[in-house]
């Protein structure tokens, strides 16, 4: 690729000749030009200052179509120079939206320190999120055995008699427990719907790993879980996420069905939608939007709800998308997620 | 019944193995991954909880190698660990559930005992043999609805021999199962224990089957 040195020194060479020209068209028909009645026709004729030749229409015509097109080739000159730059902010923008890592492609000789800086500055960026990533599951982790120990401790006091104490200590780690999970989740889905380069998944392999592992956690319950889910069907969010959030709607779904679940998923152009029906007894009406609201918060909301769906609702968002709740054939619950492809 | 115990973390694998115990098992405990595979490679376990992020060889790589082994002891994970995702691979990689710290222990308790029902094929929390019920949930034992009371040796042997009706039950095996690793055995023990078994439930239950072990009728 030429350097942008000699881009813009043509740029500016071919503009001097253009204004050369221009200004030559401008001293024909400005300075002293006169009307000459020619064989009946009038044509321009312009004694050149201080000479006597004559110049006629056909060179103002050729002298202005000159000029023209030496200022339209001055322009795609440099604009051309200035292009490396608009591309550069185009791949910035893809960066931004999640489509790519860094910035590829080669630049003029003075473009691309810059943009292997900005791709260092964009490396360093992803590894210290990793590593924050990493830094938080550590820390979650680690809570939660010292948290069971806790809890653990909490039973025996019970035995022991002392019921009001070991209340309190089990409302406070399942507290914990709570906002460890919701956090670390959120902590998750922040870093990888900024970070994660044109992440997509297949819709089918979750429903079916999940599936798997639903049938074996709820094995005693005896529950069908059918899924009508095509292939191609995909949608921009990172595996950990997309298990994560439908997860937790299945699980719902489990809990909740007598005996029958239903997975189904459809995709437009602009949206994959996966929606999870169970047979259980369903939610009034008037819940389906109270549960999901914003100022709901997870870690406040009643012990063994919510918190599941809270952490779907903000996953969801995070990607823009959405989780609506509603009344399924069989008179359960139907969930409706809703994420871009 | 006897389990192990696959936890790095001494405090909560003491609290582990004093539920365990209570609730009538033999309990073996393992703090790191190594350990754990020379313990499964020697004893036949009825079941494993499984941690892990353990030490030496993490949980699913042991857990994977194990079942590549033809291992089919049924194996609970119970892990810090609690996205979908990781619950997916635990399953995938041939773990029968999965608990997430912090846990409530009746909900292990529970859990280990449908796991250890389902791997020997029954589905009802009652086994039931004649006029002998034996319930697993509630380590309760009745005759002809009257309730028996056995100690934990005791009720072990019956446990074990009511969760593999029909199949001669060696001495050796019956003394692995209701002892503990450490526990300094002896294979006459299994005898008494016969013994007053036979003297509490009814003689003609449990079977000596001659130079084999016993067995009690399905």
Redesign the interface.
Known sequence: MASLRTRLFLGAFVWMLAMAAVANVIAFLFVGPVLHNYAGRYIIVNRVTGGNEVRHIQHLLAMTSGALLLVAAGLWLIRKSLAPFNEMRNRLAAVRDGSEHTIPGNYPSEVQPLVNDLNALLDDRERAITRALATAGDLAHGLKTPLAILAQEAERAKVAGDSERATIIEQQVERMRRQIDYHLAHARATASAGAAPGVRSQVATSVEGLTRTLQRLYADRGLTIDTDVAPEHYVRVKREDLDEMLGNLLDNACKYAQSRITVTSRQSELAGIVIIDDDGPGLDPSMHTAVLQRGVRADEAAPGSGLGLAIVRDLASLYNGSITLGTSPAGGLRARLELPV | MRILVVED?A??SR?LAS?LADAGYAVDCATDGERADELVEIEQYDAIILDL?LPKIDGLTLLRRWREAGMSSPVLILT??????E??QG??VG????V??????EEVLARLR?LIR?ASGQLNPELRCGPLVLDARLSKVTVDGNSVRLTSHEFRVLSYLMHHRGRVVSQAELTEHIYAQDFNRDSNTVEVFIARLRRKVGAGIIETVRGLGYRIAS
Do not use: C
């Not at chain 2, 810090?80 to 995702?85: G, L």
């Not at chain 2, 773990?95 to 999965?98: G, I, K, L, S, T």
């Not at chain 2, 997430?100 to 222990?105: D, E, H, L, Q, S």
């Open positions: 973390e405090a909560l609290q539920a992020g810090a660990r609690a996205s979908w995702h619950k997916v399953i995938d773990a029968d559930d999965y997430a710290k912090p846990f409530r222990m449908a389902r």
